[in-house]
C-alpha cells in the first residue's frame, strides 16, 4: 500500500491564482482530512469528509472548497490564493471516527504565495 | 473550545540523555490524547496514543501518562538517540466530535 499520497510537494503561486493539491489512500478509508500547518503552530483542520459525496468544514474553511467523488480521492482547491494561504498542506485519513481512530497523513505539499 | 498546549522548542539534547516534552490539554468530557512525530520532509505519524485516565500509551521507547488530575500527557524517553530528532505534537480528540486538536509542536534535536 502506498498509504495517503499527496502531489504537488512544492509550489509557488502568485496573489489571485489558483490550483488544486490532490489527495489519494489506498487504504479503503471513509474519513479523509485536510490540514494547514503554519510556522510554530499546531495543524488547523480546513475541510473533512466522512465518505464520497460528503464533506463538511472544518476550523478554518475560508478561502478553499474540497469535494469527494470516490472514496480515494479528497482534491482541495484554493480559487484566489492570497499571501495567507501560504502553509504546509497536509492530507489524512482514517477508517472511522472513533475517538481512537488512527489518522495516517500524507508527506504534506508546501504551497509559497507571492 | 478544546486546546493544547506543548512547550516550546527546540529542545537540544544529547544521545543517551532522558527527555520530558510537556503537554497540557483543555477539554470538555474525556478526550482520547496522542503523541504523533514528523521526521523531517515526511508527514505526521502516531507514536503513541492513550484512552482514558491513567492510561499509559508507549511505543519505540517513548513513554506518556494520561493524568486527568493535571490534565497532562508528558512525553517521556530515558535515553533519546540522534534518530529521534524530529517535531513531536501532542493531540486530543474529544468524545464529542472527531476532529484532532494539536498542539504547536517541539522540535527535538539529538546530537551525537
Known amino acids: 500500500n502506498a498509504g495517503v499520497t499527496q502531489t504537488p510537494k512544492f509550489r509557488i503561486l502568485k496573489i489571485g491564482q489558483s490550483m488544486t493539491l490532490q489527495c489519494a489512500q489506498d487504504m479503503n478509508h471513509n474519513y479523509m482530512y485536510w490540514y494547514r500547518q503554519d510556522p510554530g503552530m499546531g495543524l488547523k483542520l480546513i475541510y473533512y469528509?466522512?465518505?464520497?459525496?460528503?464533506?463538511d468544514k472544518g476550523e478554518v474553511p475560508n478561502g478553499y472548497n474540497v469535494s469527494r467523488s470516490t472514496t480515494e480521492d479528497f482534491p482541495l482547491r484554493l480559487e484566489l490564493a492570497a499571501p495567507s494561504q501560504t502553509s504546509v498542506y497536509f492530507c489524512?485519513?482514517?477508517?472511522?471516527?472513533?475517538?481512537?481512530?488512527?489518522?495516517?497523513f500524507g508527506p504534506g505539499t508546501r504551497l509559497l504565495v507571492l | 473550545g478544546n486546546s493544547v498546549t506543548q512547550m516550546e522548542g527546540p529542545v537540544t539534547l544529547s544521545e543517551e540523555a532522558f527527555l520530558t516534552i510537556n503537554c497540557t490539554y483543555t477539554?470538555?468530557?474525556?478526550?482520547?490524547l496522542f503523541w504523533y512525530v514528523q521526521y523531517p520532509g515526511e508527514g505526521l505519524q502516531l507514536l503513541l496514543k492513550?484512552?482514558?485516565?491513567?492510561d499509559k500509551g508507549s511505543n519505540k521507547g517513548f513513554e506518556a501518562t494520561y493524568r486527568k488530575e493535571t490534565t497532562s500527557f508528558h512525553l517521556e524517553k530515558g535515553s533519546v538517540q540522534v534518530s529521534d530528532s524530529a517535531v513531536y505534537f501532542c493531540?486530543?480528540?474529544?468524545?464529542?466530535?472527531?476532529?484532532?486538536?494539536f498542539g504547536g509542536g517541539t522540535r527535538l534535536m539529538v546530537k551525537p
Open positions: 489524512a485519513s482514517s477508517y472511522s471516527s472513533g475517538d481512537t481512530e488512527t489518522q495516517y
Open positions: 492513550a484512552t482514558k485516565a491513567d
Open positions: 477539554a470538555t468530557g474525556y478526550p482520547s
Open positions: 493531540a486530543l480528540r474529544s468524545n464529542a466530535g472527531n476532529m484532532l486538536t
Open positions: 469528509s466522512v465518505g464520497a459525496g460528503i464533506t
